[in-house]
């Protein structure tokens, strides 16, 4: 990474600009917020991509917040319906690699904006597909999947621009808080208006038009052009202090032309930090999409097995189970994702290995917590929601150490296409197959019995089972991480 102190430090590369900004060769304020202070500026656009973020994972957890009622309507198999999730997923994560691509080197004001639009108009055309159209509406999530790649992969890297390693951490943990807000918010939505409605399909209706909002808001609030402050990020050590003082760059200076994608991947290969903690991303990726989609179908038929709600025989099945359990998600994510950036903020000052530490202790626990819920799931009720909200309290500790680990042992000038890289890996072999792969699992384990109650509860009760060796595995990658992170960081800055 020498190179990248070089590219900083020649005069020429400052007059250069690239994407909206090309062939420009101006430097003066493109929207009316470029009068208000820096930090209020920054603040500003921190809100806007929060807004953003929340309808991103809306729109992620509509499907799953009326699973039950979809199932109905389509009449799918668990296998079946499974494959939504996955689908959505599979496009969103080879969608990924593209939008980091550009991301690195065009406007990402355009690309954002882009990206809400899109997702929002395919959002809005499935609410009106029939039961005969089931591959469309498959279709549909896998459009929408494409529209919030650009989102996620985006958004975090203007974060990073915006913030230093001081404050990088907090800003990015309150970013990710709506990851766990708009999941829940998500469930809640979907079962609510699919309630008050009597048809699910008005809950893909709502969400479009928070998404016209917050496309205005971009427009309106973001500087088309942003700061890539990568000189500021490398001087600083992790605790804050100035090593090396290095101009900023100018807004949009062209450096990404200096190496190839395939030079940048490879990098990125040979970043053993980078490497071990995505794995163990992938891991938490793979628990947290079968948990999304299954978890509330899960607990409504260990309710009926239990004789506490009759089977769902109308055309409109109960959602209070999707609403607790949106709840349980907003609060335990919420919570969790506060705790994992104080205790990461704490323990940095005593150990530079704290990060990997803090992500491979909370995965052990919640592997511990979601085994010992499925257990208590027939006979308790009450215990297994306990025991599934410590779980996701848990996995939610990591979201926001995990990007900043990302961005401290990446050089920044790598950040979009490593987001990116990180995404399609963990969503590949993560959350891309997990809905599908309990689904399959369930449906093999049904066809070996006579049809009943008892077994359709039990078959998603052992696939299941996977989902807590997988968050032992991710721990395991995460204590790998804290062997090589010190390493990186410091090959990071130079």
């Known amino acids: 990474e020498h190179e990248d102190t070089d590219l900083l430090l020649q005069p020429q590369l400052e007059g250069e600009n690239y994407g909206a900004a090309a062939g420009d060769g101006t430097q003066g304020p493109s929207v009316s917020v470029s009068r208000i202070s820096p930090t209020k500026r920054n603040c ?30 389509f009449g799918l198999s668990d296998g079946e319906t499974g494959l939504l999730q996955t689908v959505f997923t599979l ?9 980091g691509y550009l991301g690195d080197r065009y406007n990402r004001k355009i690309i954002l904006g882009a990206g809400i639009f899109f997702w929002s108009g395919v959002t ?23 529209g919030s790649a650009s989102y996620s992969t985006i958004a975090p890297t203007i974060i990073a621009d915006l913030f230093e390693e001081g404050k990088r951490t907090t800003v990015l943990s309150i970013f990710y808080i709506f990851i766990p807000v708009g999941s829940g918010c998500g469930y809640i939505l979907a079962a609510g208006v699919a309630e008050s409605t009597g048809d699910w399909h008005w809950a893909f209706r709502v969400t479009p038009c928070m998404g016209g909002l917050a496309l205005l808001l971009l427009i309106l609030l973001v500087p088309h052009r942003m700061q ?39 990098s990125l290969v040979q970043n053993c930090s980078f490497v071990c903690s995505s794995l163990g991303l992938t891991a938490m990726a793979f628990v947290t999409g079968a ?19 009759p089977p769902c025989l109308q055309k409109s099945c109960n959602s209070s189970i999707s609403l607790i359990f949106g709840g349980i998600t907003i609060g335990t994510g919420i919570l ?29 626990m919640s592997a511990l917590c979601l085994y010992i819920a499925l257990m208590v799931a027939q006979t308790n009720i009450l215990s297994t929601f306990i025991f599934i909200a410590f779980g996701e309290l848990f996995l939610s500790v990591n979201w926001a150490v995990v990007t900043d680990i990302l961005l401290y042992v990446v050089t920044p000038r790598r950040q979009s296409t490593a987001i990116a890289l990180q995404i399609l890996v963990s969503h590949l072999l993560g959350d891309a197959g997990s809905p599908y792969l309990i689904g399959i699992i369930s449906n093999a384990i049904q066809a070996g019995s006579r049809p009943s109650l008892q077994w ?16 032992v595995l991710g721990g395991g990658f995460f204590l790998l991480t804290s062997l090589y992170i010190e390493e990186d960081r410091e090959e990071a800055r130079r």
């Not at 359709?456 to 968050?471: E, L, P």
């Open 336 to 364: 969790g994702i506060i705790a994992g950036a104080e205790a990461a903020r704490r323990l940095r000052k005593i150990n530079n290995k704290a990060d990997p530490l803090i992500c491979a202790t909370s995965m052990f």
């Open 228 to 266: 890539r402050r990568t000189a500021a990020h490398r001087a600083r050590s992790i605790s804050g202090t100035i090593r090396r003082e290095v101009p900023d760059e100018k807004p949009d200076v062209h450096r990404a032309s200096k190496t190839t994608w395939c030079q940048d991947v490879g």
């Open 44 to 73: 500003l656009v921190v809100a806007v991509l929060c807004f953003g973020n929340l309808i991103n994972f809306i729109d992620w957890f509509l499907v799953p917040g009326i699973l039950l009622d979809i199932q109905k309507y």
């Open 456 to 471: 359709s509860f039990r078959s998603m009760q052992y696939s299941f089972v996977i989902c807590a060796f997988v968050g």
């Open 124 to 146: 809005l055309g499935s609410s009106f597909i029939t039961e005969l159209h089931y591959w469309t509406f498959v279709l549909s999530r896998g459009l929408v999947g494409i």
């Open 91 to 99: 496009c969103y994560m080879l969608a990924a690699p593209i939008f």
């Open 291 to 309: 948990l999304g989609v299954w978890m509330p179908l899960f607990l409504y038929r260990a309710q009926v097995v239990q004789g506490i709600v």
